[in-house]
């Protein structure tokens, strides 16, 4: 149980252009999933909050124009690169709670490596 | 802004020695996370303590959850070359009330190398 997918899993694009990553709990709902990005030989770092149904919560410096998040059903949020440029270069991974259990316990998926060329 | 120190930063030991991995805030959080990360691959979660003096066991790993809730550890005993991994300890706000959620803050990681 608590499975959460990401796809794709790499993506190499050119600069300039707009990536599309979905991150999918796959048996189980989640009201909030969360994004995350990851620097080589560096831990996470929360971008921002992803609530089903409503706005997404960006933390202080991630641009919300530039990070576009949807959350459009209770199993599916995506993360949209706008105009990518080779320092947003890095490893995004997004993780989910599950609406039914109590807690703050987040699963995250296998991770999406961007590389902007 | 809530932080998480933890350390060490990298660690390499020998197969068969005991080791330990601290993470420190100076705030309180409402439950603390540890996860196991692969290279290329997004962290698995470990365990998860909620109450402060919380100790909880998996096979080799002692986990312990300060009394403040505020500090915890990874205790790993007799480590196997299957222990390598970086190991990154995670907090949940104490303002997390359950009607919504905060994403987890985490600390820099630990990079661990267990030789055969």
């Known amino acids: 149980g608590a499975v959460v997918s990401q796809h794709p899993s790499w993506v190499i694009c050119k600069s300039g252009t707009s990536v599309k990553i979905e991150c999918r709990s796959l048996?189980?709902?989640?009201?909030?999933m969360f994004w995350y990005r990851q620097f080589p030989k560096q831990s996470l770092m929360l971008m921002a909050t992803?609530?089903?149904?409503?706005?997404?919560?960006?933390e202080q410096g991630v641009e919300k124009d530039k990070f576009l998040i949807n959350h459009a059903s209770l199993t599916l949020s995506t993360l949209t690169v706008t105009s990518a440029h080779p320092e947003d270069s890095s490893f995004y991974i997004c993780?989910?709670?599950?609406?039914?259990?109590?807690?703050?316990?987040?699963?995250f998926g296998p991770g999406t490596r961007l590389t902007v060329l | 802004t809530q932080l998480l120190e933890q350390s060490p930063q990298f660690l390499s030991i020998q197969e068969g020695e005991n080791l330990t991995v601290y993470c420190n805030s100076s705030?309180?959080?409402?439950?603390l996370q540890w996860y196991r990360q692969e290279p290329g691959e997004g962290p698995v979660l470990l365990v998860t303590v909620v109450t402060g003096g919380e100790v909880k066991k998996l096979k080799r790993l002692t986990f312990q959850f300060g009394d403040a809730r505020k500090d915890s550890s990874l205790h790993i005993t007799a480590a196997q070359p299957g222990d390598t991994g970086l190991y990154l300890c995670a907090g949940a706000s104490i303002m997390y009330s359950g009607g919504g959620a905060d994403g987890l803050t985490f600390g820099k990681g630990t990079h661990l190398i267990i030789q055969p």
């Open positions: 705030s309180v959080f409402s439950s």
């Open positions: 992803s609530n089903e149904g409503s706005k997404a919560t960006y």
């Open positions: 993780s989910a709670r599950d609406a039914s259990v109590g807690g703050n316990e987040q699963f």
């Open positions: 048996d189980f709902q989640a009201t909030t």
